[in-house]
């Protein structure tokens, strides 16, 4: 085995770029007689567009709807029963219907000089009635967004069965509604788009920051009705894309389209103003729960109805349904859950159209289940923790197969639980609690949360959806060099996850040689196998599958040549650190490598022919995916003045199945639960009544600071999936999902002695207050009850 192969916790590969300051963005490309982009986007959120005003001196470098009428609109189709699908315009044509809805493209040599053609271009509008509400969006007098919809509704479904008798039956039932605020994606890096034609390829290239290279060329393939031979897709680095980056969007079409009529290259960076007003927005979602138990806090049954807010149109390949229909299917959790039914409803609005993404559904559903646990456990006056471990599927139960038809690989999620527990001293947390409440002192909270992730989404699992992605399968090319290193192409992206250090990892694993001498190229389609792209925390499982496959054939190739030139059959060979060995002999596979090609008659002429290059491929054998899985646990202050949260101390103890690199696991966890604090505490895209925007800069969009950060312990458990090659489980997402659940149910747990509850995210002072206020208390926690 390499010292640089699985479980190694070996430096990054691609950070010495990074830290440099020698990386290549799409912002740093430059071409001869580029051309600037900047969008007229609609201030309005619903109205009808009258003819635009631009002054002739303007107009050639100015393109409207009129203008690109060669782009066909954005359609996200699929066989998902109860789908309705409708056209997304790359350019509002008759009607907008958000804030921020692209109009026109002015063209100019910088974007300073684009942006001021861009003010001197106007339209004028008949406004109409905004619906920003999605409840309000299903009534049968709500403004029509699409004529297509009925009551505004892309979709909707029902899962599970009636369970009357459980119902009428249960000791104990709560009731809880549960929203979860639309967010913005926030990357480090906006997206952004140089295209251009290739004349002497007879191309189009587009340079995009994307997640899914493949996937975007198949879109420009589409709606701009050409050959994909004729289209190259290049994602350069990429600095982060949480799904944002992995979906097509009209930017890419429009620009496209320009490089082909103009001939000349074209640029469009995207600044943190479109981003946070016209860009991705991600879950906004609103539960309706009601958990039914036995005296002790068993669940019994589960009933649930779930409203998705899409915004005003539906994205492609994935559509806006599916964000409604993970969160029914994941609901349950790693709970014992027999009796399940849910309703979900996935609603037009006018705002941006949800991206699907930043762990999609799961945050909103594990957040949802868990405030629920802990809901049952103050029901029945026991220790959620204790609660929650009774609920649990046991490990003696695994494989398990929920009440929503999922199959739960591995794992043992009430020693997860056990183990978090142990990382903090809950006696002396709830003494110090006690004390705290009697002393005037800030409140002290304590919150659990324990969730699965669905990892590796397979052909089946998609395909039951009757989405049009099908991610199931995977491809690498592998190739030995001359001198014995190792080349890999593979057509994902790496955008912050290290995958050019642990792609290589695997290859290294396999094969005996240090990553050094190992190369990862990805990101661009004229070079790479077909791939769907880096989404869903699929590609160790995958990719990693598929380049041990490749290195498993070359590694059976280079053996035959090994034995010839060894004067021994094959059977009579190992294989180990990247060398044939027999009796005292050995040869190394720079050795073969070299004789292979510079001095190939000393092999068996059908050698010739073989060559050291294979393209491997992977789909697990039971394609169910894997499911990683965690508990963490938050242990929170609240100024009793002021309602501000202060986090103590955080918890998270993840299972990810076997870590290919420890190090770069820890930081996705870590980057993750970040990511989560800002879910639970700070971010929140609002919108008046009329659809505006409240949030365009960082001033008003809060993200968390270093200060909001506690010291973050990391402990972990290494299950293996029993489906997967090395038994690698994804942790793309995993950190990211608990953090809003185990922080609101500390808060809660701090407010139980005033009978205050909060069930909403971000869980800000106002809506502390807020809740303090329903049950007659006000600033200082005084007014009529404990303090």
């Given at each position: 085995?390499?010292?640089?192969?699985?479980?190694?916790?070996?430096?990054?590969?691609?950070?010495?770029?990074?830290l440099?300051?020698?990386s290549?963005?799409?912002?740093?490309l430059s071409?001869?007689?580029?051309?600037?982009?900047?969008?007229v986007?609609s201030?309005?959120a619903?109205a009808v567009?009258?003819?635009?005003?631009?002054?002739?001196?303007d107009?050639?470098h100015?393109?409207?709807?009129?203008?690109i009428?060669?782009?066909?609109?954005i359609v996200a189709?699929?066989t998902?029963?109860?789908y309705?699908?409708t056209?997304?315009?790359?350019?509002?044509?008759?009607?907008?219907?958000f804030?921020?809805?692209?109009l026109?493209?002015?063209?100019?040599?910088?974007?300073?000089?684009?942006?001021?053609l861009?003010?001197?271009?106007f339209?004028?509008?008949d406004?109409?009635?905004?619906i920003?509400?999605?409840?309000a969006a299903?009534?049968?007098?709500?403004?029509?967004?699409h004529?297509?919809?009925?009551?505004?509704i892309?979709h909707?479904m029902?899962?599970?069965?009636?369970?009357?008798?459980?119902?009428?039956?249960?000791?104990?039932?709560v009731?809880?509604t549960?929203?979860?605020?639309?967010?913005?994606?926030?990357p480090l890096?906006?997206?952004?788009?140089?295209?251009?034609?290739?004349e002497?390829?007879?191309?189009?290239v587009v340079?995009?920051?994307?997640?899914?290279p493949?996937?975007?060329?198949?879109?420009?393939a589409?709606?701009?009705?050409l050959?994909?031979n004729?289209?190259?897709?290049?994602?350069?680095?990429v600095?982060?894309?949480?799904?944002y980056?992995?979906?097509?969007h009209p930017?890419?079409?429009?620009l496209g389209y320009?490089?082909?009529?103009?001939?000349?290259p074209?640029?469009?960076?995207?600044?943190?103003?479109?981003?946070?007003?016209?860009?991705a927005?991600?879950r906004?979602h609103?539960?309706?729960?009601?958990?039914?138990?036995?005296?002790?806090?068993?669940?019994?049954g589960l009933d649930a109805?779930?409203i998705?807010?899409a915004?005003?149109?539906?994205?492609?390949?994935?559509t806006?349904?599916?964000d409604?229909?993970?969160?029914?299917g994941i609901l349950?959790?790693?709970y014992?859950?027999?009796?399940?039914?849910v309703?979900?409803k996935?609603v037009?609005?006018?705002?941006?159209?949800i991206q699907?993404?930043?762990?999609?559904?799961?945050?909103g559903?594990?957040f949802a289940?868990?405030?629920?646990?802990d809901a049952?456990?103050?029901?029945?006056?026991?220790?959620?923790?204790l609660?929650?471990?009774?609920?649990?599927?046991?490990?003696?139960a695994?494989?398990?197969?929920?009440?929503?038809?999922k199959?739960?690989?591995s794992?043992?999620?009430?020693h997860s639980?056990?183990t978090?527990l142990?990382?903090?001293?809950?006696?002396?947390?709830?003494?110090?609690?006690?004390?705290?409440l009697?002393?005037?002192?800030?409140?002290?909270g304590?919150?659990?949360?324990?969730?699965?992730?669905?990892?590796?989404v397979?052909?089946?699992?998609?395909a039951?959806?009757?989405?049009?992605l099908m991610?199931?399968?995977?491809?690498?090319?592998?190739?030995?060099t001359?001198?014995?290193?190792v080349?890999?192409?593979?057509?994902v992206?790496?955008?912050?996850q290290?995958m050019?250090?642990?792609?290589?990892q695997?290859?290294?694993?396999?094969?005996?040689?240090?990553?050094?001498?190992i190369?990862?190229?990805h990101?661009?389609?004229?070079?790479?196998?077909?791939?769907?792209g880096t989404?869903?925390?699929?590609?160790?499982?995958?990719?990693?599958?598929?380049?041990?496959?490749?290195c498993?054939r070359?590694?059976?190739?280079?053996?035959?040549?090994?034995a010839?030139?060894?004067?021994?059959?094959?059977?009579?060979l190992?294989?180990?650190?990247?060398?044939?060995?027999?009796?005292?002999?050995s040869?190394?596979?720079?050795?073969?490598?070299h004789i292979?090609y510079?001095?190939?008659a000393?092999?068996?002429?059908?050698?010739?022919?073989?060559g050291?290059e294979?393209?491997?491929g992977?789909?697990?054998?039971?394609?169910?995916?894997?499911?990683?899985?965690?508990?963490h646990?938050?242990?929170?202050?609240i100024d009793?003045?002021f309602a501000?949260?202060?986090?103590?101390?955080?918890?998270?103890?993840d299972?990810?199945?076997?870590q290919?690199n420890?190090?770069?696991?820890d930081?996705?966890?870590?980057?993750?639960?970040?990511?989560g604090?800002?879910?639970a505490?700070?971010?929140e895209?609002?919108?008046?009544?009329?659809g505006?925007?409240?949030?365009?800069?960082f001033a008003?969009?809060?993200?968390?600071?270093?200060?909001?950060?506690?010291?973050?312990?990391?402990?972990?458990?290494?299950?293996?999936s029993?489906f997967?090659?090395?038994g690698?489980?994804?942790?793309?997402?995993?950190?990211?999902i608990?953090?809003?659940?185990?922080i609101v149910n500390?808060?809660?747990?701090a407010?139980i002695?005033?009978?205050a509850e909060?069930a909403?995210?971000?869980?800000?002072?106002?809506?502390?207050?807020?809740?303090?206020?329903?049950?007659?208390?006000g600033?200082?926690?005084?007014?009529?009850?404990a303090?």
């Amino acid at each position: 085995m390499s010292s640089t192969g699985i479980g190694a916790s070996v430096p990054r590969k691609e950070d010495k770029r990074h830290l440099h300051g020698k990386s290549t963005f799409v912002g740093d490309l430059s071409f001869p007689r580029m051309l600037d982009v900047a969008f007229v986007r609609s201030p309005v959120a619903h109205a009808v567009i009258k003819e635009a005003e631009i002054d002739a001196d303007d107009r050639a470098h100015v393109f409207t709807a009129a203008d690109i009428e060669a782009i066909s609109p954005i359609v996200a189709e699929g066989t998902i029963p109860g789908y309705i699908k409708t056209e997304y315009p790359v350019m509002a044509r008759k009607k907008a219907n958000f804030v921020g809805q692209i109009l026109a493209a002015c063209l100019a040599p910088s974007r300073a000089e684009a942006e001021d053609l861009a003010e001197r271009v106007f339209f004028d509008f008949d406004e109409l009635d905004a619906i920003t509400d999605a409840i309000a969006a299903t009534a049968s007098d709500a403004p029509v967004i699409h004529s297509e919809l009925t009551n505004n509704i892309f979709h909707q479904m029902e899962l599970g069965q009636d369970f009357a008798e459980v119902r009428a039956s249960a000791p104990v039932r709560v009731t809880r509604t549960y929203k979860l605020a639309r967010q913005a994606i926030a990357p480090l890096e906006g997206r952004g788009i140089v295209a251009l034609w290739d004349e002497r390829a007879n191309q189009l290239v587009v340079h995009s920051s994307t997640q899914s290279p493949h996937l975007i060329r198949n879109g420009l393939a589409d709606f701009l009705k050409l050959d994909q031979n004729r289209i190259r897709v290049v994602a350069p680095d990429v600095g982060g894309g949480f799904g944002y980056k992995a979906i097509l969007h009209p930017e890419e079409l429009i620009l496209g389209y320009l490089a082909l009529k103009l001939k000349r290259p074209v640029r469009w960076l995207e600044d943190r103003r479109e981003h946070l007003t016209a860009g991705a927005n991600c879950r906004e979602h609103i539960y309706n729960i009601t958990a039914y138990g036995d005296d002790q806090g068993r669940l019994l049954g589960l009933d649930a109805e779930v409203i998705v807010d899409a915004g005003a149109y539906s994205i492609w390949p994935h559509t806006c349904a599916f964000d409604a229909i993970q969160a029914a299917g994941i609901l349950p959790g790693p709970y014992q859950v027999q009796n399940y039914r849910v309703v979900t409803k996935t609603v037009a609005t006018n705002k941006p159209p949800i991206q699907a993404y930043r762990a999609v559904a799961r945050p909103g559903a594990c957040f949802a289940t868990e405030l629920t646990i802990d809901a049952l456990a103050r029901a029945v006056k026991r220790e959620a923790y204790l609660v929650r471990r009774e609920n649990l599927v046991p490990v003696e139960a695994m494989p398990y197969k929920s009440v929503t038809g999922k199959l739960y690989d591995s794992g043992d999620y009430r020693h997860s639980l056990d183990t978090a527990l142990g990382a903090i001293d809950l006696a002396q947390l709830r003494a110090e609690q006690k004390q705290r409440l009697a002393d005037g002192r800030p409140l002290l909270g304590i919150g659990f949360a324990t969730y699965t992730e669905h990892t590796g989404v397979s052909t089946s699992v998609l395909a039951g959806m009757g989405t049009r992605l099908m991610p199931g399968h995977e491809q690498a090319a592998v190739r030995i060099t001359p001198d014995g290193g190792v080349d890999i192409r593979t057509g994902v992206q790496s955008h912050g996850q290290g995958m050019e250090t642990s792609l290589a990892q695997v290859a290294s694993d396999v094969l005996g040689i240090h990553i050094d001498k190992i190369q990862v190229t990805h990101g661009d389609t004229a070079l790479t196998p077909y791939s769907t792209g880096t989404y869903a925390s699929r590609c160790m499982i995958m990719v990693g599958g598929a380049i041990a496959d490749g290195c498993d054939r070359l590694i059976a190739r280079l053996r035959v040549a090994a034995a010839h030139l060894m004067q021994r059959t094959p059977a009579d060979l190992s294989f180990r650190d990247g060398a044939f060995y027999a009796d005292s002999a050995s040869m190394s596979i720079r050795e073969i490598a070299h004789i292979l090609y510079f001095a190939p008659a000393e092999l068996p002429p059908d050698m010739d022919s073989a060559g050291l290059e294979v393209i491997g491929g992977y789909r697990p054998k039971i394609d169910s995916g894997a499911f990683a899985y965690s508990t963490h646990v938050a242990v929170l202050e609240i100024d009793r003045d002021f309602a501000t949260v202060k986090l103590r101390d955080y918890v998270a103890v993840d299972d990810c199945g076997i870590q290919v690199n420890p190090m770069i696991v820890d930081g996705q966890i870590l980057g993750g639960i970040v990511q989560g604090i800002g879910t639970a505490l700070f971010e929140e895209v609002r919108y008046d009544e009329s659809g505006q925007p409240q949030a365009s800069t960082f001033a008003d969009y809060l993200l968390p600071g270093c200060g909001d950060v506690p010291n973050i312990r990391l402990f972990k458990t290494e299950t293996a999936s029993p489906f997967t090659r090395f038994g690698i489980k994804g942790v793309g997402e995993g950190g990211a999902i608990a953090p809003p659940a185990a922080i609101v149910n500390a808060v809660n747990d701090a407010l139980i002695p005033f009978g205050a509850e909060v069930a909403a995210v971000p869980v800000t002072p106002d809506r502390i207050l807020s809740a303090l206020e329903t049950v007659g208390l006000g600033p200082g926690f005084t007014a009529g009850g404990a303090s």
